[in-house]
Nanobody, 125 residues
Framework: QVQLVESGGGLVQAGGSLRLSCAAS????????MGWFRQAPGKEREFVAA????????YSADSVQGRFTISRDNAKNTVYLQMNSLKPEDTALYYC??????????????????WGQGTQVTVSS
């Protein structure tokens, strides 16, 4: 069982930055791909970024590439999402997710076994 707790969301002006954190419980953190998804009102949950189990490989959606950076600290069981140059269209509830044990799949919500409760990010214009 893995529990995920996100933090770091808030209200920021366009062009600003936020850093999201996701703390995980349990002893399998380093064996799981970690991902960030987001969901805006009336829209489907969408992939934002993911990071491989060792942290050596990262993936990001075209819409955030060059602005968002995902990282992880396996010693602290924590994954981060640094968000720079934020835009109003980045406004959403951001979820942290833990992938299936030992799997490298990362792109779809069904690739993940555990989800956090979400943290709201609001970008004003």
């Amino acid at each position: 069982q893995v529990q995920l707790v996100e933090s770091g969301g808030g209200l920021v002006q366009a062009g600003g930055s936020l850093r999201l954190s996701c703390a995980a419980s349990g002893r399998t953190f380093s064996s799981r791909v970690m991902g960030w998804f987001r969901q805006a009102p009336g829209k489907e949950r969408e992939f934002v970024a993911a990071i491989g189990r060792s942290g050596g490989t990262t993936y990001s959606a075209d819409s955030v590439q060059g602005r968002f950076t995902i990282s992880r600290d396996n010693a602290k069981n924590t994954v981060y999402l640094q968000m720079n140059s934020l835009k109003p269209e980045d406004t959403a509830l951001y979820y942290c997710a833990a992938g299936a044990y030992g799997s490298n799949s990362y792109l779809r919500p069904y690739d993940y076994d555990y989800w956090g409760q979400g943290t709201q990010v609001t970008v004003s214009s």
